[in-house]
């Protein structure tokens, strides 16, 4: 290899006060760079403030859980070592005698209940009506529970506190794809009538695939009209697109809702025009035709404006070249012209679908039961269930599906090929 650092004939040159130039050069490029640095601190701050840490603690609670154990410091050991199988032992009850009269006392017992009860439904009562005679039981404890409760003597409900008692748990997260962790650890599939999250999953990739394609479909016109078009009326058309930015997410909605009610103005067209009689209108509103329609024209401007600052930047020569040679004008845009056209089609692409697979606001005013979005049952466990963890394992599961399918894209397509601009 080369050595580029031979010294001057006459020796090392200095700078004016006898600091050698390659040691003044890099104090020069050390202070441009801590200053470079310095300048963005404040957004690093903030992006590890207010956005990782935030999304870490929450995506933790799909996981961790320590609620039965903070609360049930007696049963929680003789639970780990119990196998899940045998009849529970006196140990058992006793400890759980101890639990009920202390969580009582320091009135944290519903909360125990609360975490018992979304691994086996009906315990709430159970716990809660059983810590107030507690105190007064004497031995043996296992018959004075079971006089009190017949669910205490029930494997099954200290199977679920088995379950509950463990603070690292996959319970969530197999919840959240409609699977069950079992007292052995071993997993299975929840009843049907439960099985509610995966079809939801999927019904949420189905409408932001939908919405996506549609936004090509729609989109590509309009960015190419704009693209083609004078700069005066290119622009003049492009504060049209740009209108909706300045407008509430809530009006629009609300609008589409004015618009695609039964007796709204679309319905009255459809009659009026003789496609549906007056007492046959279309259900276009409070289902996921609803939800499909507000969503494609409230994200088409997050299509347009990729491939309009894609397709502005390629020259109309290679077009006019192509037909000059004999090709027919659909062979010169499709050969051509579409080629070039597809960096701002995967721009466009992915960012209307992530901002489409968590849209919140929309489906859950026009969606109705039908057009329901997996953002909406997270938004439920959040504020009504008050379930975070499985909020979080929801979350989990969304963040890894939107991961992958940008690993696919990746894999197929290449993300260097998505440009705006």
């Known amino acids: ?36 640095f310095g300048l963005v601190v404040p957004l690093l701050i903030l992006i590890v403030m207010a956005f990782l840490i935030p999304i870490v603690l929450f995506l933790s609670r799909a996981v961790y859980n ?7 410091p007696n049963t929680t050991p003789v639970l780990a070592a119990w196998d899940g199988k045998s009849e529970p032992t006196e140990e058992m009850y006793a400890a759980l005698v101890a639990d009920l009269v202390q969580g009582r006392k320091d009135k944290t017992i519903g909360k125990v209940a609360t975490r018992v009860n979304r691994e086996l439904s009906g315990t709430r009562s159970l716990f809660t009506s059983s810590a107030r005679s507690a105190a007064k039981m ?31 748990t996959g319970a969530y997260l197999a919840s959240a794809v409609d699977l069950k962790v079992e007292a052995d650890g071993s997993i299975a599939r929840k009843d049907k009538d439960r099985r509610i999250n995966l079809q939801l999953f999927v019904r949420t990739l189905q409408i932001s695939v939908i919405v996506t394609i549609m936004g090509v479909l729609l989109g590509y016109p309009i960015a190419y009209l704009l693209s083609t078009l004078s700069v005066r009326t290119s622009n003049l058309l492009l504060i049209l697109v740009l ?11 609300t609008a589409w809702i004015a618009v695609l009610q039964g007796q709204g103005v679309l319905n009255d067209l459809f009659v009026v025009f003789g496609l549906a009689t007056d007492d046959d209108r279309f259900s276009l509103i409070y289902n996921k035709t609803g939800t499909l329609i507000s969503m494609t024209h409230i994200l088409l401007p997050f299509m347009v404006l990729p491939l309009y600052s894609v397709m502005k930047t390629i020259p109309p020569s290679y077009v006019r070249a192509a037909k000059s040679m004999g090709a027919t004008p ?60 499985l909020a979080a394992a929801l979350g989990a599961v969304l963040l890894v599906i939107v991961l992958f399918l940008y690993w696919l894209y990746d894999r197929i397509v290449g993300i260097d090929n998505m440009k705006l601009g």
């Open 330 to 389: 659909w062979t010169a845009f499709w050969r051509v012209y579409f080629p070039q056209s597809i960096p701002g089609i995967g721009a466009g692409g992915i960012l209307v679908f992530i901002l489409a697979i968590s849209f919140y606001i929309t489906p859950a005013l026009v969606g109705g039961q039908s057009g329901t979005m997996i953002s909406n049952i997270i938004d439920f466990h959040m504020r009504s269930s008050l379930n975070w963890s």
């Open 138 to 168: 004497e031995a043996p404890f296992k018959d004075a529970l079971i006089a009190k409760k017949k669910k205490w003597g029930d494997i099954e409900t200290w199977q679920a506190m088995k379950i509950a008692s463990k603070s690292f």
């Open 66 to 72: 320590d609620t039965y154990e903070r609360y049930m």
């Open 243 to 253: 209108l909706p930015f300045w407008t509430s997410l809530l009006v629009r909605t």
């Open 1 to 36: 290899m080369t050595d580029t650092s031979v010294d001057h004939p006459a020796g090392p040159l200095t700078a004016a006060d006898g600091t050698p130039l390659k040691k003044k050069l890099r104090q020069a490029l050390f202070r441009s760079r801590v200053r470079a």
